[in-house]
């Protein structure tokens, strides 16, 4: 009898496990590419068409971000006064904006909460035209925007180029879900980045042309901080070519999962495309 219960227990505990593995079944996402890897062992975790260059949208403000702190002697507190070529420039493309007002004073820090949160393409313009090189502003923008296809080539990704500093591309800013979710990883690595990705919503004091002062109130484009549990960014992105964009990161028990989907087919669909990466990576 106590051999049957034995045997009983151990069936028990195979199917158990049996059960365990089939609820872990690949998930189905809208997205055209995805990928997801754990963000402390570099493993990869999920795949779908994760090589295949596609336009990234305001993904790209990404690396925008990541070149701008990976300035020397940067200073956050710096001041940049706010140009009418960022406001042209935002009419012209029917641009995402951070509604930054021509002669206000915005600190470099500010700006990266613009640039992230609203996905301020003026915001981007700003950063470009403030850490570019070159005599004029079309100079400036043209070297920061090498900068940042040095950056990419510095990581080793060989299906990344940017010709836009917020993905406003000319028909050459690519990137895959492997290279965009490699990025954020490199991203992520500095504290200002984390703490602006992470932001759900901020004021950020601005001193305006006569001297005084205004603050600019910013929400975060990302739905996930605040509803999917450890959710710590990243970026949203999209676009006519582009679809619906997202690199998102997690934490959860000590491990962080991060990734991309490219190209989904709605804001919401992204959403869901993410959490339901993050839940197998997190099994997994």
């Not at 140009?83 to 915005?106: E, M, P, T």
């Not at 990419?152 to 990137?175: C, Q, R, V």
Request: proline share 1%; aromatic share 8%; glycine share 10%.
């Amino acid at each position: 009898m106590s051999v049957l219960v034995a045997g009983t227990l151990l069936t028990g505990g195979a199917l158990t496990t049996s059960a365990q593995a089939a609820t872990l079944a690949t998930p189905t996402i809208a997205a055209k590419g995805g990928f997801v890897m754990n963000n402390g062992t570099g493993k990869t975790l999920f795949t779908k068409a994760a090589d295949t260059r596609r336009s990234t949208g305001s993904t790209t403000k990404i690396m925008t971000a990541k070149v701008v702190l990976a300035q020397k002697n940067l200073n956050l507190d710096a001041k940049v006064t706010i140009s009418k070529a960022y406001s042209d420039y935002i009419v012209k493309n029917n641009a995402s904006s951070a509604r930054l007002i021509v002669g206000d004073k915005v600190s470099v820090r500010s700006l990266l909460y613009g640039l992230m949160l609203p996905s301020g393409c003026d915001a981007a313009y700003a950063l470009a035209d403030k850490f570019g090189s070159g005599t004029t502003r079309a100079a400036r923008v043209k070297s920061f925007i090498g900068k940042m296809n040095k950056a990419a080539t510095d990581l080793g990704l060989k299906n990344t180029h940017f010709d836009s500093f917020d993905g406003i591309g000319n028909g050459s800013n690519y990137s895959t879900p492997r290279d965009l979710t490699k990025i954020a990883s490199s991203a992520m690595k500095n504290s200002t980045f984390r703490a602006v990705v992470k932001t759900k919503s901020t004021k950020q004091k601005v001193t305006t042309k006569s001297g005084g002062y205004r603050y600019m109130s910013w929400s975060n484009t990302n739905t996930l901080l605040g509803t999917y549990s450890g959710a710590l960014g990243v970026k949203t992105g999209s676009g006519p070519e582009a679809g619906y964009c997202l690199v998102f990161a997690a934490t959860r028990n000590g491990k962080t999962v991060i990734g991309t989907v490219l190209k989904s087919s709605s804001v919401s669909a992204r959403t869901s495309d993410a959490k339901k990466l993050m839940d197998y990576g997190f099994k997994k």
